[in-house]
């Protein structure tokens, strides 16, 4: 059983910084693609950025030069460092990531709980 645990959420000021963490464990074979997602209330959910296993990066115009995503293989953990947060970032915040486990051929998407940012003006 894979399980991704998010952490670092909470409430902070506009201008301020927050670095979310999502630790996947479990049987893993190997992770492809990681990456974050957000969900503001009434809204859809939405990219934030993605990291491949290479760690070429992609971001949403909205958070490019505010938000930084990196990974640590060693560990299956993919982070988020989100610097000048504005209140339209709040929302809570899921991490996902492609991976194979054993005796599957095809590897699958896994999603986190999610983790709330809360951002005050």
């Known amino acids: 059983q894979v399980q991704l645990v998010e952490s670092g959420g909470g409430l902070v000021q506009a201008g301020g910084s927050l670095r979310l963490s999502c630790a996947a464990s479990?049987?893993?074979?190997?992770?492809?693609?990681m990456g974050w997602y957000r969900q503001a209330p009434g809204k859809q959910r939405e990219l934030v950025a993605t990291?491949?296993?290479?760690?070429?990066?992609n971001y949403a115009d909205s958070v490019k030069d505010r938000f930084t995503i990196s990974r640590d293989n060693a560990k299956n953990t993919v982070y988020l460092q989100m610097n000048s947060l504005k209140p339209e970032d709040t929302a809570v915040y899921y991490c996902?990531?492609?991976?194979?486990?054993?005796?599957?051929?095809?590897?699958?998407?896994?999603w986190g709980q999610g983790t709330q940012v809360t951002v005050s003006s």
């Open positions: 479990g049987s893993i074979l190997s992770i492809n693609n």
């Open positions: 996902n990531a492609d991976i194979k486990v054993p005796y599957n051929y095809f590897s699958r998407l896994y």
């Open positions: 990291i491949t296993n290479g760690g070429s990066t």
